[in-house]
């Protein structure tokens, strides 16, 4: 099993920028993609960006030129830098990844979740 563990959300103002991190634990082989999704009240879950092992990365048109994804693959852990903050960015933010771990193959796994607030 993996485990993703999310930290960095809170309340931030306008134009201001927050760090998010996303360590996973466990019985970890490799891990391929990694990704934030969010989810804001009454909408469904969206990508925000992904990043696969090789560091190749994606963002959601609404994030690009704000928010910047980066990985440490030795500590297999997944960054979201954001910059710029809007209150439309406030949702609960989900790391996930695609993980293999021993005994029990490729799978695809998500965090808790982690709150963002963007609010004078």
């Known amino acids: 099993q993996v485990q993703l563990v999310e930290s960095g959300g809170g309340l931030v103002q306008p134009g201001g920028s927050l760090r998010l991190s996303c360590a996973a634990s466990?019985?970890?082989?490799?891990?391929?993609?990694m990704g934030w999704y969010r989810q804001a009240p009454g909408k469904q879950r969206e990508l925000v960006a992904v990043i696969t092992n090789a560091g190749s990365t994606n963002y959601a048109d609404s994030v690009k030129g704000r928010f910047t994804i980066s990985r440490d693959n030795a500590k297999n852990t997944v960054y979201l830098q954001m910059n710029s903050l809007r209150p439309e960015d406030t949702a609960v933010y989900y790391c996930?990844?695609?993980?293999?771990?021993?005994?029990?193959?490729?799978?695809?796994?998500w965090g808790q979740g982690t709150q963002v607030t963007v609010s004078p």
């Open positions: 996930n990844a695609d993980a293999r771990s021993i005994g029990l193959g490729l799978r695809n796994y």
């Open positions: 466990g019985s970890i082989f490799s891990i391929s993609n």
